[in-house]
Every structure is written in structure tokens, then in C-alpha cells.
T-cell receptor
Framework: GENVEQHPSTLSVQEGDSAVIKCTYSDSASNYFPWYKQELGKRPQLIIDIRSNVGEKKDQRIAVTLNKTAKHFSLHITETQPEDSAVYFC????????????FGTGTKLQVIP | SAVISQKPSRDICQRGTSLTIQCQVD?????MFWYRQQPGQSLTLIATANQGSEATYESGFVIDKFPISRPNLTFSTLTVSNMSPEDSSIYLC???????????FGPGTRLTVL
């Protein structure tokens, strides 16, 4: 099955700086890569996703890049704000008949004001 | 995105008992998923529930311990049976959007087993 590794496990940045979280996956047939943000005590919320036919996607301060050859993808947050502090999970889907999603281990991001 | 609710939001249970968690969606969905999230950990898929068929369980999870029902396209239940303290966790249901293939999560059920 799919295996997703995520680094770093914790990340502290100064407000206004950029944050980068990196993930690798094992199943070359995976074709869907969502990113979730989970604030303390709340449900995971989708913040951005990318599919294998796209190399990069941006949404305001958030961008995701995908390198299918190397089987890795990254989340970039620019101009970080204190409200960006949360745990971020990357994920990858299997190539089965439905979108079974395997999650990375999570990155706790702290934005220091 | 779909509006998903779960009941109960939290519970404290005695070991050896069982708890049934309900998941309700405001629209019809084909795929519903049940996850477990242990404190400070990532999300682990327990099983996938399709309406009208038996749930498909992931490695390490069995039907006797986590029976699932899916009576219609908007509702599912997960039962945690014969609970032990190791079952203390957050249990989340999720649904897959038919138009985007994206998964959306319910608010979760925080279970504590004493």
C-alpha cells in the first residue's frame, strides 16, 4: 500500500516568513495529493490539493508543488500569520477504484508573532 | 462541500462496554470513511463504508471490534466494541465529494475509555 512520509514534524517561523513542508510517497500510481490543516480540537480542513497532471498550484499565500518523477510534493506558505499555526497533513491517494487517502505524519507549524 | 455531523461529540466509557458513533451527511454520498486519530498522531483509516455492501476494513482493524453500518446514502455508524483504554482516541467520519474526489471530515468524536 501507499506510504507517505512528511518532514519536518515541527516547524517554527517568524511571522511574515515562509514555511515549507515536504512529503514523499511510495506508490507511483498515486494521482491525488491533498493538504489538510487541523487546528487544535478541530476537524482537518482541506486547504489545497493537486493532481498528477499539474506541477504547481497556488491559492493566495499557499502553493503546492509536485514532482512525480521523484515522488515528492511540498506545501509552501508565504507571509505567514499567527492564524497559520496548526498541524498540517499531506496525503496521497491510492490508484484503486475509489480515493483511499493515506496521510502523512503531520507537521506542527508555529508562527511566532 | 457537504455538511457532516457526528454524535456524540465526546464520551467517557468504561472498559468492556461498546459505543456507537453516528455520522450524518446533508447530501447523498457514495463513499463514507471512518478514521481514528490518536492523541498527537495522524489519521488512520479504519474502514470504508459503501451503502448496500459490507464495509472494507484496513489492516489491523476487524469487523468484530469495529462493526459498521451504512443503511443509506446519508448515514453511517461505527461501533467500538468491548472497549479498552487503548481505544481512547478521536474517531472521525469523512465523505468523498462525487464532483471533486475530495474528502471532507466530520467534527469527530472524542472517546475516553477508563
Amino acid at each position: 500500500g501507499e506510504n507517505v512520509e512528511q518532514h519536518p514534524s515541527t516547524l517554527s517561523v517568524q511571522e511574515g516568513d515562509s514555511a515549507v513542508i515536504k512529503c514523499t510517497y511510495s506508490d507511483s500510481a498515486s494521482n491525488y495529493f491533498p493538504w489538510y490543516k487541523q487546528e487544535l480540537g478541530k476537524r482537518p480542513q482541506l486547504i489545497i490539493d493537486i493532481r498528477s497532471n499539474v506541477g504547481e498550484k497556488k491559492d493566495q499565500r499557499i502553493a503546492v508543488t509536485l514532482n512525480k518523477t521523484a515522488k515528492h510534493f511540498s506545501l509552501h506558505i508565504t507571509e505567514t500569520q499567527p492564524e497559520d499555526s496548526a498541524v498540517y497533513f499531506c496525503a496521497a491517494s491510492d490508484s484503486g477504484g475509489y480515493q483511499k487517502v493515506t496521510f502523512g505524519t503531520g507537521t506542527k507549524l508555529q508562527v511566532i508573532p | 462541500s457537504a455538511v457532516i455531523s457526528q454524535k456524540p461529540s465526546r464520551d467517557i466509557c468504561q472498559r468492556g462496554t461498546s459505543l456507537t458513533i453516528q455520522c450524518q451527511v446533508d447530501s447523498q454520498v457514495t463513499m463514507m470513511f471512518w478514521y481514528r486519530q490518536q492523541p498527537g498522531q495522524s489519521l488512520t483509516l479504519i474502514a470504508t463504508a459503501n451503502q448496500g455492501s459490507e464495509a472494507t476494513y484496513e489492516s489491523g482493524f476487524v469487523i468484530d471490534k469495529f462493526p459498521i453500518s451504512r443503511p443509506n446514502l446519508t448515514f453511517s455508524t461505527l461501533t467500538v466494541s468491548n472497549m479498552s483504554p487503548e481505544d481512547s482516541s478521536i474517531y472521525l467520519c469523512s465523505v468523498e465529494s462525487s464532483s471533486t474526489d475530495t474528502q471532507y471530515f466530520g467534527p469527530g468524536t472524542r472517546l475516553t475509555v477508563l
